[in-house]
Every structure is written in C-alpha cells, then in structure tokens.
C-alpha cells in the first residue's frame, strides 16, 4: 500500500503545501513511518521538541557515514566522493578534530571584520540593476553574494565563481533533470572540482594564507594531515553549505516580505528590525528541509519504538512552524519575540559552522535593498529546485520601486 505521506518526494516541495502535511502530522502522528519504494524507510520526526531531542543526541542518533550519513538516502550507497566523508558524516569524537580544522575561520570576530566587504558587495551588486524595473532576482542578486563571499573565503579569485556555482547547483539538483542533465555531466563536475580543489590545496601547501583552503592544507589530525578524500569531501560540503542555503534564505526572504507586504512596509520603516527579521526569515524559509540521522540502539520517541538501525529524518522545516513553540507559527513576522529559537541552523554538535557568516550576508543583503527598493514584490510563477532536501528557488522575477520614484511618486 504506498504511503499516506511521503514526505521523500520532492514534487512536495514544489510549492508551500508541504507545510499541509507538516501541520497534519504534528498534530496527529508526530513520528511518522515513512516507508519508501527504494529503501527499508524512515522515522519522520516533525515536531519542534523532538527535533531538538535527536538533534542533541549524537550517541543514539549518530550522523556517521559508517551508520548511513546525514542524507536521507544511505551514503554507502553512493558512488561518487561528494559529502559523505566530511565532518558533517562524523560523529564525536572524530567530528570535533575535523571541525576544528576550519573553525578560525569562523570566528566572530573575524564575521565581524567581513561586514564592510560584504556591504561593498551588495553595493556593487545592487548598483547593476539600479534603473532597472524588473529583474530575475536568483541569478542577478540571490545566487552572487554568498558566491562571492565563498570565493573569499577560499582565496580563490572572483572570476572562478561561475564554476563554483555550477558544482554546488550540480550536487545538490540529483532530482531535478535541468540541473543534473546526464550521470556522466555529474561526474565531470565531480572530476573538475577533485581536480580544482587537488591544485588549490598544492597551492597553500606551498604559500599559506588565511584563508580556508590553507586551514585544511595545514591541519593534521592525530599528526597525519588529512586524507585527500577527506579534503575533496570537506571543499564539496563548504561549495554546497556556503552557497546554496545563503541564496536561498535571500530569495526566500524576499518572496516572504513580497506575500506580507506590511511586514515589508514595516521593514523599510525599521531598519533596526532587520536583525530580527533575519532568524525569521531562516525560520519561515527553513533553507535546509532536513537531515537524517540512525538510532545506535532500540528506543522510544514520540510514543513510538525505534529499533536499532532505524532511519531517521528531522524536519526543519516543520519543526519551524510547530505551533507549540512558535506561536501563530505560519505567520511571517519580523517582530517575533522569539525567532532566535528557530532550527533552520540545526543544533546540537553540528550545529551550522556558517551561522554568523549567512545571518551578516543575509542582515546586510536585507539592509540594503530595502533601502534602495522599499517597494518590492515577487511577480510571476517561482520556480524552484526539484529536491526534498533544499527550500530552493531557482528562478522568480521581481519588481523594485527605487525609494526616489516612490518619493517622486
Ligand atoms: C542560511 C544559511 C544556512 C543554513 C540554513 C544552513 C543550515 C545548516 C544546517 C541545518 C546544518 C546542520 C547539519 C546537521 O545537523 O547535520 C549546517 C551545517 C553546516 N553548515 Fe550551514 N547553513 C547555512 C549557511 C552556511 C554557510 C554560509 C556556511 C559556510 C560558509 C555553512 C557551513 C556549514 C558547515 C561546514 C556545516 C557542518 C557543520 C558540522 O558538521 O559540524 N553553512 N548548516
């Protein structure tokens, strides 16, 4: 019999009506069993507390690739190099060694030295469509600055962006046929950035900076630097975390403020609401849907008994809308008083390394253009990734009103 939700296909994710089947199953069966066609099936953990329960629970709830990984398909089953043996697939206390590899990097203080670079960024973003009237935000906005900053923080110059855009996009669209065309176009990307990443990494071995690439040519872990498949694994996973969630938070921050226009009207008044406004939009998009984890022995959750090898998947993007913790939880509202709790980061050990960097981007990023555009909405049809595992809008249209026109108006 298939099942009566399956929360594995990504055509739900096409439009906002999984949050449908979200509220339904927080309310009526909170760990769901999904069976799936391809697979022994999973745990689908939809409510906010629990989520927070497996999350901070790595011994039962292991992460590590030996167990199956982070993705809801078993990483063993996968062929290519792609995330699988990079800290994100580890658990303590393997994970900690790796992590800290990179964490310098990650500093506050150092996310704070960024903010003037990022707002030149921006500017210089903005200022190419200033004049215009209507622009394919993804691409001429959305997609360019958590690229530009990744290419920053990799030491690379700004012109091989194009190509870490194209990587990302390649490894996150496996269900989405404009994305990923042909298994052999994937494992030519895959073969480019083993081949881009080995150089890079030869390059710092010989002239360090501060940069990421440099930390992890550099890092030795028990006195041994890093196996090379761990390095391609750890570049692959900084490309996709780097770049994908960050563009999709501004993209779906932007179609957010286009559906409520007085929280827009609210925002252009009240810039110091923005830094609020930033972990609501995380909440409200949830740019990653979820991850998965495997229980290491029997237990119970939910009501339900979970056998040792069990899969399961924690859903972000419901938990962020569970009407116990968050209340009026389907409302955008940038004066939530409590939109810092939001998961949309995960938490627990693998909590999002990038956190600070995607909310100064997505803080300045919201700073400027409602400054610039106060009058601004999404037109047309939103097109998004086909993928259960990214809020990911590939293409939507948008209509700015520079603040003058409006004066003058
Ligand atoms: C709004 C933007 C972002 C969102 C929503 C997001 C979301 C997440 C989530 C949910 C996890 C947890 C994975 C787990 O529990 O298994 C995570 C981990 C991670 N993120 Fe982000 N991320 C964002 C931006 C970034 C940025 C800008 C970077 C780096 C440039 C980054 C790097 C990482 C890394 C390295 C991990 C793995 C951490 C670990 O395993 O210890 N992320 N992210």
Redesign the pocket.
Known sequence: MPPQFDLKNPDLYQDEGCHRVFAHLRAHDPVYWNPEADGAGFWAVTRYDDVLAV?KNPELFS?ARAQGG?RIFDELDVGDPSLDA?????DPPE?AA??RM?TP??TPQRIAQMEARVRARVTEILDRIQGEREVEFIATVAAEL?IQ??AE?FGVPQEDRAKLFEWSNAVIGEDDPELRSSHAYIEACYKEMALYSLHLWQKRLQEPGDD?ISMLAHAKVGGEPMSMQRYLS?FI??VV???E??R??ISGGVLALSQNAEQRRLLAQRPDLIANAVPEI?RY????LH???TATADTELGGKTIRAGDKIV?W?ASANRDESHFQDADRFDVTRGNASDQ?????????????R???L??RVMFEELLRRFPTLHAEGPVRRVRTNFLNSIKEMRVVLTPAASRAAA
Do not use: D
């Open positions: 999350s992460s982070h990079s800290m994100i697939s580890m994970h790796y992590r990179v990097g990650f958590p900053v990744l923080l990421l750890t996973l900084l975390a780097g770049n969630t960050t999709n938070s995380v998009v949830s740019p990653v991850m998965r984890r924690v972000y998961l949309g980061f995960g938490i627990g050990q693998h909590f999002c390394l990038g956190s960097l995607a909310e981007q997505l």
